[in-house]
C-alpha cells in the first residue's frame, strides 16, 4: 500500500490556540519529510512529520506514524 507522508507546523494565535502554519504537505521520501520538519523547528511553536500507509482510492488508511516532533502540538485527534 502507498504511503502518505506529511509535515505540519503550528503557531501560537492571539487566542492562545495552536494553528497551522505550514501544511500539510506531502512529500515522497519520510527522510525529505523528517529534514524540512527539523529546518522548520527554529520558526514555529511546533513541528510534526507523520506517515501512514493510505489508498484513499478506496479509503483505507492505516495507523499514524510520526517520524519526527518538536514543540508544541495541537491536539491531533
Do not use: C
Given at each position: 500500500?502507498?504511503k ?11 487566542d492562545?490556540?495552536?494553528v497551522?502554519a505550514f ?8 527522510e525529505?519529510?523528517v ?43
Amino acid at each position: 500500500m502507498p504511503k502518505l507522508i506529511v509535515v505540519m507546523a503550528f503557531d501560537w494565535n492571539d487566542d492562545g490556540e495552536l494553528v497551522t502554519a505550514f501544511g500539510p504537505q506531502d512529500y515522497a521520501s519520510e527522510e525529505r519529510a523528517v529534514r524540512q520538519a527539523q529546518t522548520l523547528v527554529p520558526n514555529h511553536a511546533g513541528v510534526i512529520a507523520w506517515s501512514r500507509e493510505a489508498n484513499p482510492d478506496i479509503g483505507e488508511y492505516g495507523e499514524p506514524v510520526t517520524l519526527f516532533q518538536a514543540g508544541d502540538m495541537p491536539d491531533m485527534e
